[in-house]
């Protein structure tokens, strides 16, 4: 738009030039005098209780300050949303991943030695790896104080009468859909330095998306130590990536927490890659049975899934994701009649996480998929089909989401012209969509889902801007500083952000669910307006004009139009502060969107607003090899407006080539609960000579609730990518694939099993 | 331990070392150069890559005594001694090359390595030499287009 | 991740190399590249107390091509051989496998052909960190008894996955190995044991110096399947070399190798002389030499890298076949 100043423009990345120069401080590269390096023992077992345990031979060890095991973790240090999981396990161990012992020594190097010097006996119990499996009666328990490995936490919902459309439906289609365990794969490992002060007062750096949780539950943590009263501060250094993975604190920071303690000294931990993969979270992995329906005419009546979700052994809030999968089942597409069912199941495998999308992926996924199914039994063409039976501004959906911006209808017109511009179609090439739905302004999945943003003017025309929001490479600060530029007229470079310490940074519910630039951007202009409105009214004064004649722009004020009265905005601060009675101008404003927390039956506008997008994608298909390959990405989305262009594509490019990995070659592959692939040779990311060309047509449709109008964008890269590529290859050699990655292996094992029944 | 004399970033160094030191652990534990990285230690992410006599290598796997009196750039060594970015670490900034920044200086080593050598490289000859270096948050696009547009900011050179 | 200690030996001659070599065989391990040895003794796969680095012996990097022979120091890293007109003349197949190895950034400028064919065999039941390994029962490549790719088994099953390994056996090449005292010259057919143990047969005290291809006027290609684009070792790979009769529009001669399938590279001799007077049009017997080759590997391979059993053994015929087509595409130009 273009009455922005600064809104809306390509500014670069902030921090990208310290970061170009290798001058960024990453949690690898932070160092404290007298500092320790800790290392963490894991499980040589997937399940199996711990008969003995020697550290004497460890300890013995030159270097070495201090060993910790289960019986050292006080009795309420407890991670996660089910608070089940002790960071260091006692008597029995449930997955590979599971911390049995940690060292705190002089070097890394002793650390490690240590590790090998410590013996453990283990009795071996059988496992249990898969969910459909660890769901029957005679299964064994993942938790023997539980009487099923099914988790108490049902997501049931039920709208409309199911049954009744399936029975008036004209066509109906029916699928099972699987995906499988992906990971972040941050380029920056996890890690965090503990240390306290003489007065039990603990100061943590670590690379979290969460710092006011984090503070939280390391408050919780030092108060099951007995440190009742004391202060945590969450520091936290350049994020070396993100992606959902740090929106849970974890046991390799409690353990840090305890070593510091124990040794009183500052102690640090740092994966390295193998541990990244072992020892981190996954998405979760879904089993999903789908039934829809539609009229002669297309229309989809019902939609109807049962879901079972691999919950491992522990509960991070990987097992609250049906909560967000809820969205597209309820909500892509006018549907009146949903059911929805999902179960998490214990099992010995890691336990997952937030990743990219929340549950999103796994549920367009089959939703998507089965919409081609459906759309061709109906003999109606997809692109058609998702037309017929789009969202549009206005509507309320089944779960009372209140669609207030909707383009999807721009997107699928955006996808189609793209997509149909080259000409006839090839032996083997083929072409598919999908669509999505996000959350675009917040979501309440906490009691709070609000931001608190401080704005401190200096007097040389500068903002500080203390946010709770997180920057970790998606680019918040830019997002902060170019609203609260644009609000006070001054340029990008006059306002430095400041995310990085609980200590001057206010409350915000972390960096999740593409809510930072609505509800961090919305804190931020809020604390904007107050600056400027005490700066109209001061400059009146000033200017002797009325408050509302004046204007803010180019690091002046002035009457538009009269010279005369013209100011530049440090001298007017500094005439403010240097006046008898003088003051400085600083603002507070805490955002919280009116959200709904989801009711019992969990109907409630979870957020303020909808992101929509569609993805289409040209494949060709090797039909002797099943390989995959893909010709043309499209990639359209409804944003809102842009807040800066530059970053938002950033974000589609990144999210579609994390969803082509996801659709196409990423798998932690485990065997009998044991990853056997913890490397980024074994693990299939997409390198430099893998990208695809992306087109990311950028819908706007100015939301009257967001900052200028912007929606979140964070996630929906990689939300409907599987589905697109599944859709491509169905169309390209007749062959649908339901499990998730869509290898070659699957692709040619399809296409040879389709030859043998024609 | 064993003495051996480099050229760094046109610096004349001496340094004892141990043989089973990597120069990735020279550079960053023992000398505090802090920008190139260990994405994974085994030669398969790039995020340590550091230029070896115009030859961008990934110093994880490559030992420090065989440093020994070659010439090694690292990402320290790129903008020029005024603070002014080297057209490259420029071009990577303003086309949004850059997200979360961990693969970043390995990326521009290679980066330039590839542009010393072929200053007018293709978007071919950029994915090739860019193909051991992973970036998991830009989905490389904007990285290509970084490289590209420095081909004429004298990013060449 | 740091490397375990060792002592470091720099020599500058060929000769001193050998007399190290001699003093230190069974403790050492030779370092050219280090894309490989490093990553194993980062893993904890190996821990030789000395290493005997090549890096001063420029003698042993040098592409020689006269009438009848190109030959290729051992030392010489994979981005020379890329680079070398005639080695991507007259020995294509070795030019497109070094060009798939790796990402350019180490294996190309890093790697050399040496390091390439003497890359130890994998298993992913094997090339694992310590403590996973720690967790079960050794293999017979860690000392034990067992073979988790196949049960059963009275041996190790590790897999070859070496491109330049299998390019050059199709192109028919011979390696030659040095001691102290001592030069000796074997086919690369005949170089490999039965046992993914060691499945070198070359001695401690050996040294590969040299690699020598026949330049015989024939026509060779490489194929090769793997997830990506780059970074993977193949899950399957084909190397062949044809000579075309006079007239140009038959077979005189044939050699067909599969890769990645066994414990060594697999030369298939009778599919390659089944090949001999057909046709270049003849695609049928490309099938089949393609069906054969699936044939022979699927009695060995195992399901140890990565990708399914099924997938390797379907795909293996393909690759031999596309080899085919390419050469006797590159046969009738010439």
Not at chain 1, 254 to 276: G, M, N, S, T
Request: with cysteine.
């Amino acid at each position: 738009m273009s009455e922005y100043n600064v809104v809306g423009k390509r500014i670069p990345k902030i921090d990208a030039a310290q970061k170009a120069m290798g001058r960024a401080e990453y949690i690898q590269d932070v160092k404290l005098p007298g500092m320790l390096y800790g290392k963490i023992l894991y499980s040589k077992h997937a399940h199996a209780r711990i008969t003995r345990m020697d550290l004497s031979k460890a300890l013995a060890l030159s270097g070495v300050y201090t060993i910790l095991t289960g019986e050292d973790v006080p009795e309420k240090m407890r991670m996660g949303f089910y608070k089940d999981n002790p960071p260091l396990k006692k008597d029995k161990v449930f997955s590979f991943r599971d911390e049995v012992a940690a060292v705190a020594a002089k070097t890394p190097e002793i650390a490690k030695k240590a590790l090998e010097l410590i013996e453990i006996d283990y009795e071996v119990l059988p496992g249990i790896f898969d969910p459909e499996k660890a769901m029957e009666k005679d299964s064994p328990l993942v938790h023997e104080n539980t009487k099923s490995n099914v988790l108490k936490l049902p997501w049931k919902l039920h709208y409309g009468d199911v049954d009744k459309a399936e029975k008036e439906a004209a066509f109906v289609v029916e699928g099972r859909f699987t995906t499988t365990w992906v990971t972040h794969c941050c380029m920056g490992t996890s890690g965090a330095v503990a240390s306290f002060d003489a007065a039990d007062n603990l100061t943590i750096y670590t690379n979290t998306q969460i710092p006011s949780l984090a503070q939280k539950d390391f408050l919780e943590a030092l108060k099951a130590m007995g440190l009742k009263n004391k202060r945590a501060r969450v520091i936290k250094p350049i994020i070396g990536g993100g992606f959902g993975s740090k929106l849970d604190t974890y046991a390799y920071e409690h353990i840090a927490i305890l070593l510091a303690h124990k040794c009183r000294k500052p102690v640090k931990i740092v994966f390295d890659r193998p541990e990244e993969f072992i020892a981190t979270s996954t998405r979760q992995p879904t089993v999903t049975h789908i039934k829809q329906g539609c009229d002669k005419n297309g229309k989809l009546l019902f939609r109807d899934i049962r879901m079972v979700l691999d919950n491992g052994a522990h509960t991070s809030w990987g097992a609250t994701t049906p909560s967000v999968m809820m969205m597209p089942i309820t909500s892509l597409y006018r549907v009146d009649n949903v059911r929805y069912d999902a179960k998490c199941v214990y099992t010995n495998n890691t336990y997952s996480q937030a990743m990219r999308g929340y549950g999103n992926p796994q549920a367009t996924f089959a939703i998507e998929s089965n919409i081609d199914m459906l759309a061709e039994k109906a003999g109606i063409d997809p692109i058609e089909f998702r037309r017929i039976n789009r969202n549009h501004p206005g509507d309320v959906t089944p779960q009372n989401f209140k669609i207030t911006t909707c383009g999807l209808d721009l997107c699928l017109d955006a996808v189609e012209k793209e997509l149909r511009k080259s000409g006839t179609k090839e032996k083997g090439v083929g072409i598919g969509v999908a669509s999505l739905i996000h959350v675009g302004g917040g979501a309440r999945i906490y009691k709070s889902d609000g931001c608190g943003v401080i704005i401190k003017m200096d007097d040389y025309g500068k903002a500080s801007v203390f946010t709770g929001g997180t920057d970790m490479g998606q680019g918040l600060d830019n997002i902060t500083a170019q609203i609260v530029a644009e609000e006070l007229g001054l340029l990008v470079e006059d306002v430095h952000v400041v995310h990085t310490d609980t200590d001057v940074c206010p409350w915000d519910v972390g960096a999740h669910a593409s809510r930072s630039t609505f509800v961090a951007g919305n804190a931020a202009l809020g604390a904007a307006k107050k600056i400027k409105a005490q700066l109209l009214e001061l400059g009146s004064k000033e200017l002797k004009t009325t408050p509302d004649s004046l204007m803010l722009k180019d690091r002046l004020i002035f009457v538009p139009g009269d010279p005369e009265k013209s100011m530049a905005i440090d001298k007017l601060l500094r005439k403010i502060h240097f006046s008898p009675g003088g003051t400085m101008l600083v603002s507070d404003h805490f955002f919280d969107p009116i959200n709904e927390n989801m009711g019992p039956d969990y109907k409630g506008n979870m957020s303020m607003t909808y992101t929509f997008g569609v993805h289409g994608v040209k494949v060709r298909v090797d039909e002797e090899t099943g390989k995959v390959e893909v010709l043309e990405y499209v990639a359209a989305h409804d944003v809102g407006q842009a807040i800066n262009p530059l970053l938002l594509e950033g974000q589609v490019y990144g999210g579609v080539v994390m969803g082509l990995g996801y659709a196409l070659s990423e798998e932690v592959m485990h065997v009998n609960g044991k990853n056997m692939n913890p490397n980024f040779r074994d693990y299939k990311l997409f390198t430099a000579k893998d990208a695809v060309k992306i087109i990311a047509p950028v819908i706007q449709t100015p939301d009257k609730d967001g900052p200028f109008g912007a929606k979140g964008i964070g996630e929906p890269g990689c939300v409907p990518t599987a589905p697109a590529i599944a859709n491509a290859i169905y169309d390209a050699v007749g062959v649908r694939i339901t499990t998730l990655p869509i290898t070659p292996e699957k692709v040619l094992a399809a296409l040879m099993e389709k030859k043998k029944n024609h | 331990m064993t003495i051996i004399n480099f050229k760094l970033n046109n610096d004349l160094i001496e340094y004892e070392i141990k043989d089973h030191w990597t120069l990735l652990h020279l550079l960053r534990e023992e000398m505090g150069l802090i920008g190139t990285k260990e994405g994974c230690g085994n030669g398969e992410c790039g995020a340590c890559t550091v230029i070896v006599d115009k030859l961008a290598i990934n110093s994880c796997l490559y030992l420090a005594i065989d440093a020994d009196k070659k010439t090694i750039e690292t990402i320290e060594g790129l903008a020029s001694t005024d603070g002014k970015l080297h057209p490259l670490q420029q071009s990577f900034v303003d086309n949004g090359g850059i997200q979360c920044g961990f693969c970043s200086p390995g990326m521009i080593m290679s980066s330039k390595a590839l542009l010393d050598g072929n200053p007018d490289a293709t978007r071919e000859e950029i994915k090739h030499a860019l193909a051991g270096n992973i970036c998991r948050c830009t989905g490389y696009l904007q990285i290509f287009e970084s490289v590209e547009a420095a081909k004429h900011t004298g990013g060449a050179k | 991740m740091r490397l375990p200690q060792f002592d470091y030996k720099g020599p500058d001659t060929l000769e001193k190399a050998l007399d190290l070599l001699s003093t230190h065989a069974q403790d050492a391990k030779i370092l050219a590249g280090g894309t490989d040895l490093l990553v194993r003794m980062k893993k904890g796969l190996i821990a030789p107390k000395t290493i005997i680095s090549l890096k001063a012996l420029n003698e042993l990097s040098y592409i020689k091509k006269d009438k009848n022979t190109i030959r290729i120091g051992a030392r010489t890293c994979l981005a020379d051989i890329i680079a070398s007109d005639s080695v991507r003349k007259e020995a294509t197949a070795l030019s497109t496998a070094c060009e798939r190895v790796g990402a350019v950034t180490i294996q190309h400028f890093r790697g050399t052909i040496g390091g390439n064919i003497l890359q130890d065999n994998r298993c992913f039941h094997y090339n694992q960190s310590a403590f996973h390994r720690s967790g079960r029962q050794a293999c017979h490549k860690d000392g034990g008894k067992i073979c988790y790719a196949r049960d059963e088994s009275d041996r190790c099953n590790s897999t070859c996955q070496s491109d330049g390994a299998t390019a050059l056996m199709a192109l028919g090449a011979k390696l030659v190995l040095v001691s102290k005292g001592n030069e000796r010259t074997v086919a690369l057919t005949d170089f490999y044991t039965t046992d993914g143990i060691m499945p070198f047969a070359m001695e401690p005290t050996e040294l590969l110096k040299e690699i020598i291809i026949p330049v015989e006027g024939g026509k060779s290609s490489y194929q090769r399947l793997a997830y990506r684009s780059a970074i993977d070792y193949p899950i399957v790979c084909a190397g062949v070399l044809l000579k075309a009769s006079a007239k140009k529009d038959t077979i005189e001669d044939a050699r067909i190798v599969v890769g990645a399938m066994g414990r060594a590279p697999l030369f298939l001799a009778k599919e390659s002389s089944e090949l001999k007077g057909k046709s270049f049009t003849d695609t049928k017997a490309f099938q089949k030499a393609g069906n054969g080759a699936m044939n022979s590997a699927s009695t060995f391979a195992v399901h140890n890298v990565g990708s399914t059993l099924e997938y390797r053994c379907a795909t293996v015929s393909e690759m031999v076949f596309r080899a085919l087509q390419e050469a006797v595409a590159e046969a009738s130009k010439a």
